[in-house]
């Protein structure tokens, strides 16, 4: 085995090692990124959404009293609001949702699938859990859902949702008296979950990793040619240019000629040795044949 495929057998081993550290290494990195992309996405859906149950509140529901006396208005409740600005824009990125779940809502269409009753079960067990994220897989990719708990802290939402007795009778005559009502203070009775696709994320992040790897491995083959090049002209040529005379010197050649190299590095070093010695030799031949 020459000394160029030892030395190649040695940086490829090299750089294995350093690749396989490097793509471990940065395949966690660039994948917590696109997760921590992805929850940002959702934690702006939810503050638009809690912006507007905001405003709702404090705005649009003191102006609308007089009217809820006569007919009740949905447009008046937080969470019909909230969900129904999100859905505007849900609508042209259909694999994004937001929902305000319940277990047992006043409107049918708010209440929990199983996994979301998870959540809302998870904040119910954990008072003190603020934010819960979830990753669930999908026909379309995996999907990750961060929700956060709605819990009854206005003692005014009670006069809503305790019995149908004590609701507003227009709002019983809206939705009945089979659903939302047996609320109680300080419970958490749902929780706003935002969905968020991770597919983009994920396949940028791939694409990003790939590209990486891709980009280490073009600086390594730039690397070895030139390593090669310099340890061809630099070393290997000489030796085999010494090797070359020290082969017509032992054949009995002894006017082959001197090999000359400028530098004062260990190989120019080695040749004004291998000549000093060659020198020697041949005077050492030419006294014994005297």
């Not at 005014?156 to 109680?184: E, F, I, Q, R």
């Amino acid at each position: 085995m020459g000394l160029r495929t030892k030395f190649n057998l040695v940086l490829l081993a090299a750089f294995l090692v350093g690749l396989t550290l490097a793509a471990g290494l940065s395949y966690r990195v660039i994948n917590e990124n696109a997760r921590r992309e992805v929850a940002q996405e959702a934690a702006i859906m939810i503050a638009q959404a809690t912006a507007v149950r905001s405003y709702t509140t404090k705005e649009i529901k003191p102006l609308l009293a007089e009217q809820m006396k006569l007919r009740f208005l949905p447009h008046t409740v937080p969470s019909w609001a909230a969900q129904t600005n999100l859905r505007a824009m849900t609508a042209q990125f259909p694999d994004y949702t937001y929902k305000e779940a319940a277990l047992n809502p006043t409107n049918p269409a708010d209440r929990a699938t199983d996994w979301e009753a998870d959540i809302i079960a998870e904040f119910q067990r954990t008072a003190s859990l603020k934010e819960f994220t979830h990753i669930r897989d999908t026909p379309a990719g995996p999907i990750m859902s961060v929700a956060k708990p709605i819990r009854i802290t206005d003692k005014d939402c009670l006069s809503c949702h305790t019995t149908p007795a004590m609701a507003p009778a227009t709002m019983v005559d809206l939705y009945g008296t089979a659903n939302g009502y047996g609320w109680k203070l300080n419970e958490v009775i749902g929780a706003q979950i935002v969905s968020v696709p991770m597919r983009v994320a994920l396949d940028r992040a791939n694409q990003l990793f790939v590209a990486y790897l891709g980009g280490l491995a073009a600086v390594f083959a730039v690397t070895l040619l030139l390593l090669n090049l310099a340890l061809h002209f630099t070393i290997i040529r000489p030796i085999r240019r010494m090797s070359s005379i020290a082969n017509e010197v032992s054949l009995g050649n002894a006017d082959a000629a001197e090999f000359e190299m400028a530098g004062k590095d260990e190989v120019a070093t080695l040749s004004q040795s291998f000549n000093r010695m060659r020198r020697s030799l041949a005077n050492a031949m030419r006294m014994l044949e005297s």
